[in-house]
């Protein structure tokens, strides 16, 4: 299986890539339009700022690409916000793969800490990337926006708000949470991916 991890100005890649070795998986990192079209799986990880990377993708026409990949494709943290309509977090326009907007936390109470940093639990679980066995496991989160609960959520986490952990739409499927940081559960998580 030739999985395909996209190359682009966002942190994070590497932990993808050592957590698919861990797996069995030699996944290949680029930026190449036609690896990535090949490829049976595609991963689209990040950590970073929505405005400049947008911009960055637009430059080199990875937006219309990533848009138009046929095989299963996982966004991760930055990557599922990126596959949205639009981002708060410098009034940035996405991909629009989710037509739905990501949104900044907006503390209520002092102990509301932004960024949201830390394990909290997946509920409403859907098939797909999630077992039911994945109700009520701890993952892990960094992120200072969220997308809200929508027609797409796969999952559900709570924190100042209900929110969605995870998304869902044809072949494309995202998580807010880093499933390579989120120890076994996570493994099992990007294994089920690997499956799809």
């Given at each position: 299986m030739q999985v395909a991890i996209i190359k682009y100005n966002a942190g994070n890649i590497y932990s993808v890539n050592y957590a698919l070795k861990r797996l069995g998986i030699d996944p290949v990192i680029t930026a190449d339009p036609e690896l990535l079209c090949k490829a049976d799986k595609v991963i689209f990880p990040g950590v970073g700022e929505a405005g400049t990377?947008?911009?960055y993708l637009r430059h080199h026409n990875m937006d219309r690409l990533i848009k138009e990949l046929k095989q299963p494709v996982l966004g991760i943290c930055l990557g599922m916000q990126l596959m949205c309509k639009t981002s708060e977090e410098g009034n940035t326009d996405c991909l629009n793969i989710f037509d739905v907007p990501v949104k900044r936390?907006?503390?209520r109470m002092h102990t509301d800490k932004i960024p949201h940093m830390g394990?909290?639990?997946l509920q409403q679980v859907k098939p797909g990337l999630f077992d039911a066995a994945h109700e009520n496991q701890f993952v892990y989160f960094v992120h200072s926006y969220y997308v809200p609960l929508n027609n797409y959520t796969a999952a559900t986490t709570d924190y100042i708000e209900p929110f969605s952990a995870s998304l869902h739409k044809d072949n494309f499927y995202a998580t807010q949470?880093?499933?390579?940081k989120s120890g076994s559960i996570g493994e099992q998580?990007?294994?089920n991916f690997l499956k799809l």
């Open positions: 990377t947008m911009e936390f907006i503390p394990w909290n639990t949470f880093h499933p390579e998580i990007l294994t």
